[in-house]
């Protein structure tokens, strides 16, 4: 009886790391998916229709995700939960800002600027976890991300011209997108939120807010005006089919940042990269890919490889030691408070 009994303990670890891996290739496979599905659908509903009103429709996806929120509420799949008006209020302001803020600096900036100031959120994002979390990488971690933006910058950046607003409006987007998904990890962290709990709270506030400010904003960026668009039935579907795609967009987001962080995010998001210009190649023709774009598709899935393995080994990436020692300080302090234990 014995034996049996230590063998399915033995088994159990292996078993749940391996659920575990499973979710995981799950969860970055629906992010990949929707979110190269929605770039595709997008630029076909921009470049073929003329619907040049980003923020606007951003406004839309999330409007579709509030109505997807409170329909797995009411099957009750999000259960009543907390989240501070202060921090959804926070939340709210860091992802309103990088949306706005990506829109703008693709306008305003190169296309090549535009990749460059995207690529850059990864140092930022690793700035993030090092000050607040006090997250260690070891070298090869850190030579593996190197790898991967390089690749990917091999592969984006062409032409590289730089403006004073422009400028601007890339640094903004860039600190304002790394702090919302900072937050997406640390609010359900924090406050022991699902992905679903947390789209639930955060959802509506963004929807809210930028079918109110989206025509504005989109009117200040081309002088067109959102309501006098000539809709067609085939924009509208395309403009339906965005917005359902992007429900998953916003929830795999979550799901991903949740499971992972901030940093695995961003580096495994550029295997979208990779795949949206394979997919640009099948779909649209030869068209922008040549040796070079091809080298750096290569280098880039090297380094993704190489930060998988180099990330998920001991001291790979880490809290350092200083911070869980304090940790545990002031967790024992907070019991010791609990129980009425004075120094």
Not at 194 to 202: A, K, P, Q
Not at 269 to 298: E, R
Request: hydrophobic share 50%; with cysteine.
């Amino acid at each position: 009886m014995a034996p049996s009994i230590i063998g399915k303990a033995d088994r159990n670890p292996t078993s749940k790391a391996d659920r575990k891996a499973a979710l995981d290739v799950g969860a970055w496979l629906f992010n990949v998916t929707t979110s190269v599905g929605i770039i595709m659908v997008n630029k076909q509903l921009m470049a073929v229709y003329g619907f040049s009103f980003a923020t606007t429709l951003t406004g839309l996806h999330f409007s579709m995700t509030t109505l997807m929120t409170l329909v797995l509420r009411c099957m009750g799949y999000i259960q009543p939960s907390h989240l501070p008006v202060i921090d959804l209020i926070k939340f709210a302001i860091c992802a309103n800002f990088s949306i706005v803020g990506m829109n703008v600096s693709l306008m305003w900036n190169s296309v090549g600027f535009y990749q460059i100031a995207k690529l850059s959120m990864i140092p930022v994002s690793c700035l993030f976890e090092v000050v607040f979390d006090k997250i260690g990488y070891s070298r090869d971690t850190k030579l593996s991300i190197m790898v991967v933006l390089a690749g990917v910058a091999i592969c984006t950046v062409s032409d590289v011209s730089v403006n004073t607003k422009g400028f601007i409006a890339a640094v903004v987007a860039v600190w304002s997108t790394a702090m919302q998904q900072y937050y997406v990890h640390n609010l359900q962290k924090k406050y022991s939120l699902s992905s679903f709990d947390l789209l639930g709270h955060t959802a509506p506030v963004q929807a809210a807010s930028l079918i109110v400010l989206g025509p504005l904003i989109d009117y200040w960026l081309s002088g067109l005006r959102v309501d006098l668009f000539d809709y067609s039935l085939p924009s509208v579907f395309f403009i339906v089919l965005s917005c359902i795609i992007a429900v998953g967009t916003n929830l795999s987001q979550f799901i991903c940042i949740g499971r992972f962080s901030a940093v695995s995010f961003q580096v495994l998001g550029h295997m979208k990269t990779v795949l949206v210009l394979i997919m640009g190649f099948f779909l649209f023709g030869k068209q922008g890919l040549n040796i070079q774009v091809v080298l750096g598709m290569l280098l880039a899935i090297c380094g993704m490889i190489w930060y998988g393995n180099a990330s998920s080994k001991p001291g790979g990436k880490e809290k350092r030691a200083y911070s869980l020692v304090s940790d545990r300080v002031s967790k024992a302090g907070a019991a010791d408070e609990e129980l009425g234990i004075k120094s």
